[in-house]
């Protein structure tokens, strides 16, 4: 039960750094201003973004609205049918789940706009990213991991399976 607790609890520190960060980068900076953070490594450059991933549908924002509720629906699903079967899926959609969230306040409350500002210095072609970004991928990661997780839990069992089947065969 902790470990659910902790997830929840990760998911609203995950949405509100994501909101303060967001916050601090408007006040302190000039939209495309960028500042050097960790040098040769990471970039602080402050753009609104009106698309999704990679600017993909951009200015389309009740478009992006309806896929993310979309997803956060599925994600709630997730969580009810599997989440608390499962350890590693709660985490993983629950990060999604508030990445997602993140990301959808800007879309509401600043005109359609999400604000992103990390940049990574050694990728330039990389697009700019922000907290919640970083929590829908790390939770994307870990869902797929626990996919990957369960087909090999599921091929074993099969195996077992077919292998105590043979042997009763053998046996008559």
């Not at 478009?63 to 979309?70: A, D, E, K, M, R």
């Not at 839990?153 to 046996?171: E, F, I």
Request: charged fraction near 20%; hydrophobic fraction near 55%.
């Amino acid at each position: 039960m902790l470990s659910y607790i902790l997830a929840l609890f990760t998911g609203l520190l995950v949405l509100f750094f994501d909101q303060y960060t967001k916050e601090l980068v408007i006040a302190n900076f000039k939209l495309a201003e960028s500042r050097e953070f960790i040098d040769g490594l990471i970039n602080f450059v402050y753009i609104h973004n009106k698309g999704g991933a990679w600017g993909l549908l951009s200015g389309r924002t009740w478009i992006l609205l309806s896929i993310t509720i979309v997803i956060m629906f599925v994600c709630v699903v997730l969580l009810i049918k599997y989440g608390l079967k499962n350890k590693l899926m709660f985490w993983a959609v629950s990060l999604i789940l508030f990445g997602g969230i993140g990301n959808m306040i800007d879309r509401i409350f600043r005109d359609g706009n999400v604000i992103d500002f990390i940049h990574l210095d050694f990728m330039p072609d990389f697009p700019v990213f922000n907290i919640a970004d970083c929590a829908i991928v790390i939770g994307a990661g870990l869902l797929i991991l626990y996919f990957v997780l369960d087909i090999i839990k599921d091929n074993r069992q099969r195996k077992k399976l077919a292998k105590s089947m043979g042997q009763q065969d053998d046996n008559n």
